[in-house]
T-cell receptor, first 113, second 109 residues
Framework: NAGVTQTPKFRVLKTGQSMTLLCAQDMNHEYMYWYRQDPGMGLRLIHYSVGEGTTAKGEVPDGYNVSRLKKQNFLLGLESAAPSQTSVYFCASSLDSSSQPQHFGDGTRLSIL | GQNIDQPTEMTATEGAIVQINCTYQ??????LFWYQQHAGEAPTFLSYNVLDGLEEKGRFSSFLSRSKGYSYLLLKELQMKDSASYLC??????????WGAGTKLIIKP
């Protein structure tokens, strides 16, 4: 049972570089989410998707873009990385948006120098 | 604004009982979740409350009072492996999860 898989697990970037974080889920979930987790703060929602081909902004979307071309994949892009984007990024998925819990990937630890 | 408050850190003894509190002020309420997160790992789902009262699941129980904006997670017969952060999250009127910063629980032998 793979669940939610994130790649890469670690990455170091220089300011201004771009990269894409990949998330794949094999549970046929409609909903997918990208969060960032910073010390002393709760998880903050960056972007989310309620189904294939849809995306929506969360609490902290600036500097990030996403795409959901296939139901099982949700990509998070950083066009021009900034040190403030140094964080741990978690992808999650859920069957619905009400009572069903979100299932998380193992995270991507991203450092921007 | 929306706010979820949890103690930053708690310490308990192996074999004992600990209660982790969570208070919330959100725009609407559509359920409350508790997650466990070991250091360097992903959050994993523990419990869900949408109605007032106690939900029991083995050694873990979760309580909700919607009128007080309050929940707690009760962990019994503590084991060393319970050392982790415990995250409280509330689903608001837009069905988005609002997360607390988490409570780091330290278990001592």
């Amino acid at each position: 049972n793979a669940g939610v898989t994130q790649t890469p697990k670690f990455r170091v970037l220089k300011t201004g570089q771009s990269m894409t974080l990949l998330c794949a889920q094999d549970m046929n979930h409609e909903y997918m989410y990208w969060y960032r987790q910073d010390p002393g703060m709760g998880l903050r929602l960056i972007h989310y998707s309620v189904g294939e081909g849809t995306t929506a902004k969360g609490e902290v979307p600036d500097g990030y873009n996403v795409s959901r071309l296939k139901k099982q994949n949700f990509l998070l892009g950083l066009e021009s990385a900034a040190p403030s984007q140094t964080s741990v990024y978690f992808c999650a998925s859920s069957l619905d948006s009400s009572s069903q819990p979100q299932h998380f990937g193992d995270g991507t630890r991203l450092s921007i120098l | 604004g929306q706010n979820i408050d949890q103690p930053t850190e708690m310490t308990a003894t192996e074999g004992a009982i600990v209660q982790i509190n969570c208070t919330y002020q959100t725009s609407g309420f559509n359920g409350l979740f508790w997650y466990q997160q070991h250091a360097g790992e992903a959050p994993t789902f523990l419990s869900y409350n949408v109605l007032d009262g106690l939900e029991e699941k083995g050694r873990f129980s979760s309580f909700l009072s919607r009128s007080k904006g309050y929940s707690y997670l009760l962990l019994k017969e503590l084991q060393m492996k319970d050392s982790a952060s415990y995250l409280c999250a509330v689903r608001d009127s837009n069905y988005q999860l609002i997360w607390g910063a988490g409570t780091k629980l330290i278990i001592k032998p």
